[in-house]
């Protein structure tokens, strides 16, 4: 299984980016998928979880309201919309088809390479 994340950049703070993930999978339905996030000198942190039918049952408590997780599982792939980025949003963002969220293993589950989201002037 591959997982690709992509639509990192550096933005302005307000700013908006939508990030995606493309899995290798027939579809994403019976999966439990999640976004995390791991800032330099930082444990990796869950950002959104999205259980095994697709309904998003977590967000870290800073990005409420702020982001939003989404799916499209004909297309296997997984969105996060993020408005009002701030500077501390500024991290190397992770896909993954998760063996737990938002608990963090690393070492099992399917994970991507990252994709950077810098919010900076």
């Known amino acids: 299984v591959q997982v690709a994340e992509s639509g990192g950049d550096l933005v302005q703070p307000g700013g908006s980016l939508r990030l995606s993930c493309t899995v290798s999978?027939?579809?994403?339905?019976?999966?439990?998928m999640g976004w995390f996030r791991q800032a330099p000198g930082k444990e990796r942190e869950a950002v959104s979880c999205m259980n095994f039918d697709g309904k998003v049952t977590y967000y870290l408590d800073s990005v409420k309201g702020r982001f939003t997780a989404s799916s499209d599982n004909a297309k296997s792939m997984l969105f996060l919309q993020m408005n009002s980025l701030k500077p501390e949003d500024t991290a190397m963002y992770y896909c993954?088809?998760?063996?737990?969220?938002?608990?963090?293993?690393?070492?099992?589950?399917?994970w991507g390479q990252g994709t950077q989201v810098t919010v900076s002037l």
């Open positions: 999978v027939a579809t994403l339905g019976g999966y439990l």
């Open positions: 993954a088809i998760a063996s737990s969220c938002p608990d963090v293993r690393t070492d099992f589950g399917f």
